[in-house]
């Protein structure tokens, strides 16, 4: 029964994704630009919030916080090389720099990051159901901005709608036989666990804190900033209610 709640939350954090920023690209772009920043704005609040008091206290139940932090530091600077080596971006500016990038290193990066999201899902799910949720809702609220991102860029390198299409959904199905991999090999390594869950908190604290924080301030305005609020403490008050039932 758990496997199963793997797979539909590892399709719904990866397939799911893809579809839904498809399908903002068919929406006219002055909605587009309101929804955008909103829906990143909420991916920070999930993010974090998932990160500080879910992930990371599972894992401080059965390691030291010494140990915990150091693992999250080490996460850190992991995903910082990983970003460095194979062009893991999530930049949600179509003309920026990472963008101009050829359009084959945006699906090998999307594909590792997608397995990473996969294997955080499966994690999550083991510990309970509720985190599990939690962590997919934070994944795809991250996802759907990036994976418009990289659709748009993948237009702009040349490729036909469809072709994009069909890249980005197989650079995303990677999160699924990650997912079921980690399922049977973490449900027989239980010890192993708490160190996945302090690598994941990395994962989300490094994406919100270095890529969504940035993009949030490069806009001025204060409707622009309550709106921004808004979405994260909503974004953080979901997580919080999701983890209640943990």
């Known amino acids: 029964m758990l496997l199963i709640w793997i797979i539909v939350f590892s399709s719904l954090g990866s397939i799911?994704?893809?579809?839904?920023?498809?399908?903002?690209?068919?929406?006219?772009?002055?909605?587009?630009k309101f929804l955008i920043p909103s829906l990143i704005s909420f991916a920070s609040g999930?993010?974090?919030?998932?990160?500080?008091?879910?992930?990371?206290?599972?894992?401080?139940e059965h390691l030291d916080v010494q140990t915990a932090l150091t693992t999250v530091l080490v996460g850190i600077f992991l995903f910082f090389i990983l970003e460095k080596t194979i062009i893991?971006?999530?930049?949600?500016?179509m003309d920026c720099t990472a963008h101009r990038t050829v359009?084959?290193?945006?699906?090998?990066?999307?594909?590792?990051?997608?397995?990473?999201?996969?294997?955080?899902?499966?994690?999550?799910?083991?510990?309970?159901?509720?985190?599990?949720?939690?962590a997919t809702?934070?994944?795809?609220?991250h996802e759907i901005p990036q994976e418009i991102g990289d659709f748009a860029l993948l237009l702009h390198s040349g490729y036909s709608?469809?072709?994009?299409?069909?890249?980005?959904?197989?650079?995303?199905?990677?999160?699924?036989?990650?997912?079921?991999?980690?399922?049977?090999?973490?449900?027989?390594i239980q010890s192993v666990i708490p160190y996945v869950m302090a690598i994941s908190a990395s994962s989300f604290l490094y994406i919100a804190?270095?890529?969504?924080?940035?993009?949030?301030?490069?806009r001025v305005g204060l409707m622009d900033e309550l709106r921004e609020v808004i979405m994260m403490v909503l974004g953080a008050g979901i997580i919080i209610i999701l983890l209640q039932f943990h």
């Open 46 to 60: 999930t993010l974090l919030t998932a990160a500080l008091l879910g992930l990371i206290p599972h894992a401080l």
């Open 88 to 93: 893991w971006r999530h930049c949600h500016d």
């Open 103 to 134: 359009g084959s290193m945006i699906i090998i990066g999307d594909a590792f990051h997608n397995a990473v999201d996969g294997l955080v899902i499966a994690t999550s799910f083991l510990i309970s159901i509720p985190i599990g949720i939690a």
């Open 209 to 218: 804190l270095t890529d969504i924080y940035p993009e949030l301030h490069s």
């Open 16 to 32: 799911g994704a893809v579809l839904t920023a498809t399908g903002f690209l068919l929406i006219r772009e002055p909605i587009q």
């Open 137 to 141: 809702l934070s994944v795809i609220a």
């Open 161 to 188: 709608r469809r072709k994009a299409l069909i890249l980005n959904l197989l650079s995303s199905i990677s999160t699924i036989p990650t997912a079921i991999i980690a399922f049977f090999a973490l449900d027989t």
